[in-house]
């Protein structure tokens, strides 16, 4: 894959929610880590993670202002859990909230929108924030997306004009499979539901700090997050390795050092992975070994 | 053989919660006013609390509990986690205000305004 050009079908692989009632923004507010509250206008988006009581990881999500509600980004494999917790918690508001990832296209182009002529710059565009734009006549919603050090676009609108999009798009980029964004990804260093965001993790050891927020409030988790981070109570925290060999699969396995287990690796490809380990262990060049195999510390990914 | 009916857990509140709920509607010039109380999501553990002053009157789906000269009302998805509850008053240097004693908690945050199912 060229890194500077291409795009993926994240249809299936995001999910999508609308949020609709005078209500959404203060129950997302008191259900996620980030202060949702100051999404005022019209096109402004955050990233924020829904957490259990515990503090641990649900998912981390996307939430953008659309003129008639909030559409919620999830991960796709995450959408029915994250709609059936906050149907659980809307008890008084006016919050109705809707699945709409089958009826909504969403495709991330992996490349700078000023080089491609029917999106429109979003250069100047905060990532998360973002603005309706007419695609080749087709309405949607255009989001700035930064994974890793790469700029992305995320174009979200009617499922019924996907195919027409994604025309376009061909005329100009090349499509990326699922396993080159997968690695993609991970070199990137982008935690990925069922990886790295489980409820086995917490959100300050998976490198998710710029989207909590410690001083909005109460939110579920939130006295647990808190106690880890003025006490500095993490015990782990996310890394990327490299290892010489391209075949090993190592997700899921044991990450040890002098024969001593000291963490696991939950994301790999190709000589490639991320994965917790002990905090202590945690610096750039230490040498480790996970199913026999030598693996290097590369990134430190949560600070 | 006879058989018991399980009779529906009420929601109840102390004399002295009524005693202060009546202060504090006087203290806001709303004498007659009754109390609305509710959960709502969020806090710490999961769901918190919500007590109001209110003249406003039921609403459609309110259940309306009376005790010691107050009205409570209820909206029933509030109900399903509150029911068995008892509205207490704790007051002095020490005391909390009004306190609820939820069967229902499982855990509660370290400030006591939030709880879990």
């Known amino acids: ?303 | 053989m006879t058989t018991t009916t399980p009779q529906p857990l009420n929601i109840t509140i102390s004399e002295d919660a009524a005693v202060h709920v009546k202060q504090f509607a006087a203290a806001e010039g709303k004498p007659e006013a009754d109390l609305r109380v509710g959960v709502k999501g969020g806090g710490c553990s999961g769901l918190t609390y919500i007590l109001d002053i209110t003249d406003d009157g039921p609403g459609d789906n309110d259940k309306i509990i009376e005790e010691n000269g107050v009205r409570l009302f209820v909206d029933k998805k509030s109900y399903i986690f509150l029911a068995g509850t008892v509205l207490e008053y704790s007051g002095g240097l020490n005391g909390k205000g009004f306190v609820f004693n939820n069967p229902n908690a499982k855990t509660t945050c370290g400030c006591g305004t939030s709880f879990s199912v």
Request: aromatic residues 8%.
């Open chain 1, 1 to 303: 894959m060229n890194k500077s050009s291409g795009y993926i079908d994240l249809g299936k692989h995001k999910g999508r929610l609308s949020l609709i009632g005078n209500d959404a923004l203060d129950l997302l507010d008191r259900l996620t880590t980030n202060r949702i509250t100051d999404l005022t206008n019209t096109g402004m988006g955050m990233g924020a993670v829904l957490t259990t009581n515990k503090g641990r990881i649900i998912d981390l999500l996307s939430v953008h202002v659309e003129e008639k509600g909030l559409m919620v980004l999830t991960s796709g494999n995450a959408t029915e859990k994250v709609s059936d917790w906050i149907d659980f918690y809307t008890i008084m508001e006016d919050v109705q909230t809707e699945n709409v990832s089958d009826q909504t296209f969403h495709f991330r182009v992996i490349s700078p929108s000023s080089e491609i002529e029917i999106l429109p710059d979003t250069t100047a565009i905060e990532p998360f924030h973002g603005v309706y734009s007419e695609i080749a006549g087709v309405e949607s919603l255009v989001i700035s997306v930064q994974v890793g050090n790469l700029s992305c676009i995320d174009l979200i609108g009617s499922a019924v004009n996907g195919d027409f999009i994604q025309s376009k798009l061909d005329d100009y980029l090349g499509r990326i499979s699922f396993e080159e964004y997968d690695r993609f990804r991970i070199n990137a260093g982008e935690p990925a539901y069922g990886s790295e965001l489980t409820e086995d993790f917490n959100p300050l050891e998976a490198g998710l700090l710029p989207y909590i927020s410690f001083n909005k409030g109460c939110y579920i988790g939130q006295e647990v997050v808190a106690r880890l981070n003025t006490y500095d109570k993490v015990q782990r925290k996310l890394v990327k390795f490299e290892w010489d060999s391209e075949d090993p699969e190592l997700s899921g396995k044991a990450i040890e050092d002098e024969d001593r287990v000291v963490g696991v690796m939950t994301s790999s490809l190709h000589g490639l992975g991320m994965g917790f380990i002990r905090k202590a262990k945690a610096e750039e060049g230490n040498t480790m070994t996970c199913d026999g195999v030598k693996i290097t510390v590369v990134d430190i990914l949560a600070s």
